[in-house]
C-alpha cells in the first residue's frame, strides 16, 4: 500500500476512535437521562393517582350532610369539651333515675408506672379521661350504662366499683372510671 492509503486508513481509524471516546460518555449520559425521565414519569404518574384519590376522597367529604356532619362533631370534637360532655353526663344520669354524685376528669391517662398511655393507631385522638359517681338501683344503673352506650360520644369504661352501702336495701353507689375522645 501506498503511504497516502495508509495514513487515509490511519486518519480514519484515529476518527473514528476519537469519536467514540467522545460519544461514548455521551451515550451513557442520554442513558442517565432515559432512566431519570422514567424516575420522574412514574412519580408525575403517583402524583396523579394521588391527586385522583384525593379528589375522590373530597368528594365524598363533601357529600355528607350537614346533619351527619353535626353527628361526627359530636361523636369525635375538635377540643375536649367538659362542660358538653359534664351536661350530657347529668342529663343520661337523671333520665335513667340515678343520682349524680360526682364528677370529675383529669387532664391525662396515665398507666401504673405513671408513663402516658399511648395507643397504636390513635395518634390523631386524645383522651378525655373521667370518673362518675351516681347512686341509685341496678336497673337504672344498666339503662344508664345503655344509654351512655347508644349515645354519640365513644366511651371506652376503664373500671367499675359499687358499694352497697349499710342499710339501704336497692340502693347503690357505683363508680365508673372511662375515658372519650377528642380530635387533635
Known sequence: ??????????FIVIGVAIGFFWAYPLW???GEVKIEKASTE???ARMQELNRKRDEILAKYNSISPEDMAKLEEF???KPDSAVWLLNLERLATRNGLLLKSISMTEEVKSESGENQVVPGTENFETFPFEISVSGN???FIAFLE?????RRLIDVDSLMFDSGEGTKDLYE??????TYWKK
Open 174 to 179: 357505683f363508680t365508673l372510671n372511662a375515658h
Open 42 to 44: 412514574a412519580t408525575l
Open 138 to 140: 341496678y336497673a337504672s
Open 1 to 10: 500500500m501506498s503511504g497516502k492509503n495508509i495514513l487515509g486508513i490511519l
Open 147 to 151: 344509654a351512655a352506650e347508644k349515645s
Open 76 to 78: 369525635f370534637p375538635r
Open 28 to 30: 451513557q449520559e442520554v
